[in-house]
């Protein structure tokens, strides 16, 4: 039975793929719509287990590209996913045997779900991240050696471009301008692997996660709990080598927002609600990189940062930041396997132009 | 017998190819190189007219994509050339038959008659232009109905990227930052036609036409006669619908380059030996678009306008313009089919932002 079962679990799904996009991945709404339209009509995504599939099953990431601001104007049709499997099963001379995310953080958490729905096809209960990155090549596929092409991009109106590149760096430089030039809604097919590859490097467990988050948050706002009370308890579980905590609780007094290269830059400064003296700062590169109490550190890439309305425990995309919001923090470990070391030269503080080294959360301040 | 027999032939055909540029187009040199190479094994270039060739033999174009001065830092490699035709020969699934040049001003008149010295395959004398011009969709065979893609894009490092875009102008759009990405020697495969629609919508007689005009040169060059009678002779003859004339004599008073959005943009002020005064204007977009005398145009695209050496005849490509130099600027006719209508829509003045109509160089001044 799939573990989404009704439009509360889409909604759920949604907001939890917000909340681990860490500010950045844009707005899954498109998809969300797509799924509840999906829903309606009786046809739910058929999410698995990677354990499940067979090593050799053939396994594709199915990922809209290009501009959040692009993707939310555009509805996402079924006949252009249903025509990017199409195309994507004669490109690679084969049939797809189970989907997957690239990115559970934002949009990309909701496309493999769409067009499972739409035909079945098994989507796996991983990704290939655990959050929101801004660059193709920042996935654990790529670190332990899937390529992201040969990939294929479309659009809706039959246009068709492929790339077979040596890096996943240059698949990121080359895909950007192409999505560019074709302008409208761009999805690829992109990360092709075996299901025995992604059973051993991807994040896995990531839909069931964004799933329970969304639901916590809900479930605590209903019951008219403090909202991040049940949410902190399920993100602390004691089986986990994660931890979460708030971070920090105030208002938004400060916000700057810029747009340069492509891609969403900008700061936050948000100071308490009783107007103390602590200062805390967010820097925004797409995703929430850095936060910092009093100038000191409190939480660095790949560790999540979120940023939620602290009523309705709301995650918020960095794009929503607005001078006046009163919003809570929250800081949360990145999974076990962002943080080895090979991980963290492709997405650790440097990485982004950061001059650290990775601290994890349990060692930063606030 | 192929027209090419000899490295006279070969500097002959390139200096053509630079004359026919009218300014753009690139410099032939290393194609040029690769060409002496491949005579000096013994493999000549296979020319063949295209009323040769079945109606339904498969013709693709072979072209090098990029910056010009990427171009002349790169070698071309043979490895290279062949590796793209056997890769182009599996995206199109078929065998490709006879290659042509798009654009036989500048670089790309010599890369299909590389590839058909090392491969023995025929290389239509024809082209897609007559002369050069910078965007992808100005051939003839846009203009009347064949696509530039389904298109492949390779790199000498095994780079690859396929584009199958609904209009000429998209896949420009789109191909562009694709090889700026790549960011080295770039070569495609593109146009793929039949032999039937080359029969009927190219430029017929490119090479032998390119050879000529080389040819006219060295010539008028070493009997130390007037270099230009000789030229003008052979371009003015009666049974051609095309006029050619010196439109300036003089020297370059004023020149400014400036590299914008990857395009090279000038102007070129040229005033007589004596300090007469007349005064004569070039301006450049990557070819020179239109000359005027004394604020009268005297030549404007599609005509050719191209600037020689004024002792020893060698033609000059925009990038080559300094300050001092002497020289005669000639403006030649462009070929029928380039001068109609439905041709002038996609390269008249107009469509380089000059506010005029068409004047065909017979109704200019000088």
Redo the contacts between chains.
Sequence with gaps: MSIIQNQNDIRDMARGAVFLGAGGGGDPQIGELFLHNQLAQGRKPNIVSAETLDDDAFVVSIAGVGAPTVLVEYLVSEAHLLDLLEKAEAFYGRKVDALISAEIGGANSMFPLALSASTGLPVIDADGMGRAFPHLEMTTFSVYGSKATPAIVTDE??????????TDR?AE??LR??V???GAMVFSAIYPMTAKFVKANAVHGSITHSLAIGRCIREGRDKSEDVFETLLQYLNQPDEDRHAKILFDGKIVDVSHETRDGWHWGKAVLRPLDNGPDEFEIEIQNEFIIARKNGEPAAVVPELIIVLDRETGEPMTAEMLRYGLRVKVVGYSSAEIMRRPECLEVWGPKAFGLDMDFMPISECVA
Tied chains: 1, 2.
């Design positions: 109106l039959g246009n068709k471009v492929t790339l077979d590149l040596l240059l430089e080359t301008p192409v560019a030039a074709l």
